[in-house]
C-alpha cells in the first residue's frame, strides 16, 4: 500500500501551533480623557505579515508603539517572543527593543551626514559592537541596495533611503518588524517597490512584519488585515485584496462610529494615573 506524503506548508503559512512573535492581551491606553486602546486582543504569528488599518484617531499608532516597546500601556499585557514587557526596567526594556525589535518610520530618520553603511550600522555601535563591513554590505544587499555603502542619505532617492532604514532596523536580526506607514512618504512605483522588499523578507526569510498603513493597495500585500475604530478591533481580512480592503475601509469610514476628536472618551468617571508617553496622538 503506498502512502501519499502532504503538500509542502506555504513559507507564510507557519503551523497554527507556533507561538506568536507578538502577543497582545486586553491592551488599554489612556491619553489624558481619552481611550486610544480598549482593550485589544490580538496575536501576530511568527513569519507573517499583518497590516493594521482604520480610520485617523482609531488608535493604530498607539497600537504599534505599546506592541514595540516604545509606549508603555495603561492596563493589559504585551508579549514579544514570550517576554512580557511590562515586568522589564527601562533598562531591560531598551535592551529588548534593541536586539528583539525593528521599527520603521514614515520619515527615514537617517542621520544625514552618515553613509548609507554607516547608518545601518549604527544600531550595533550604540550596543557597543562592532559590525563587521561584511555584516553591513550583506544587510544592506537584502534589501536591494548593493555597492550603495558610501552614499549619504541626500544622495539616495527616498526609495533608497526608507530601504537604509529598513536594513538598520534588520541588521540586529529582529524577532518582529514593525512599520509605521513605512510608504506613507512614497510615489506608487517606489512604495510598490519597497512592499515588494518586505513581502519578501516575509516569504523568503520568515521575518514576520506589522504596518500600519492607510493605503489598501499596500494592505493587500499583506497575508492579515487587522482593522481597529475607537480602539478596539472590529474586523479581520484573510488573504486581502485591494478591493476588499477598501471596501471595509469605506464602511468603517461612513458608519459613523466616530467621535469627533477621533477617540474615544472612558466610560469610567475615574480616569486612568497618567502615563508616560512619546507621543501625544491616537
Known sequence: MTSTAPPPALAHSPAAASPPAVRLRGLTRHHRDVRALDGVDLDFLAGT???????SGSGKSTLLQCAAGLDRPTAGRV??????LEGLSERRLTL???DRIGFVFQSFNLLPSLTAAQNVALPLRLAGRRPSRTEVREALARVGLAGRERHRPGELSGGQQQRVAIARALITRPAVLFGDEPTG????TTSREVLDMLRELVDRDGQTIVMVTHDP???ARADRVVFLVDGRVTAELRSPTVESVAARMTALETAGTRPTDGCR???DPTPAAPVPTRSGSC
Open 185 to 188: 512618504a512614497l510615489d506608487s
Open 217 to 219: 493597495v499596500a494592505a
Open 49 to 55: 505579515f499583518t497590516a493594521v488599518m482604520g480610520p
Open 265 to 267: 472618551a472612558p466610560t
Open 96 to 98: 529588548l527593543r534593541r
Open 79 to 84: 508579549e514579544v517572543g514570550g517576554t512580557a
